[in-house]
């Protein structure tokens, strides 16, 4: 019973896209795996379809469609950051789905990912989702392997 009182509990984060799930450390791009941008993790991406992890407010939008911020409900703060190296794209290959400050639901579309474009360019579409509020507070995947579009109960972030 002790044992599960330190268990931690999985905060209502639901994957954004399918794919495999990576420690920030394993992210092959410096700049993320350092965590000099924060702590978080990544999700090699497999499909296409970007939904919203969680329910709150688009906070930042980039025009270049390759991240997007979202303030969720219990006030913790994502970045999506999708793939390495396609803010270079300047928007081609990306289809974005919301506009800056609104609001969406769990599961709402955020955009659309060309992945085929992007493999003929030869870019890594391992995407870094950060927690960009987490303080002090420690970012933990409760599994290993893949990950289902909107799957829930795999990220804890612990004091």
């Given at each position: ?32 795996s ?7 993790f ?43 190296d396609?803010?270079h ?58 990950v ?10 612990t004091?």
């Open positions: 019973m002790l044992k599960n009182l330190f268990k931690p509990k999985p905060v209502d984060f639901a994957a954004p896209f399918q794919g495999r799930l990576m420690t920030l450390q394993e992210v092959p791009d410096p700049v993320f350092s965590g000099s941008m924060g702590d978080g990544a999700i090699e991406m497999t499909g296409g379809r970007v939904l919203s992890p969680v329910s709150g407010k688009i906070t930042a939008l980039f025009p270049t469609g390759h991240a997007i911020g979202i303030k969720s409900q219990d006030r913790n703060e994502y970045l999506l950051h999708l793939g390495l396609t803010v794209f300047h928007g081609q290959g990306f289809h974005i789905a919301v506009t800056a400050e609104q609001q969406v639901k769990q599961g709402d579309l955020l955009a659309e990912v060309d992945l085929e474009f992007f493999r003929q360019q030869g870019i890594s579409m391992v995407s870094p989702i950060l927690v960009v509020n987490a303080n002090s507070r420690r970012i933990r995947l409760l599994k290993e392997g893949t289902q579009l909107q799957e829930n109960g795999f990220l804890a972030i004091p």
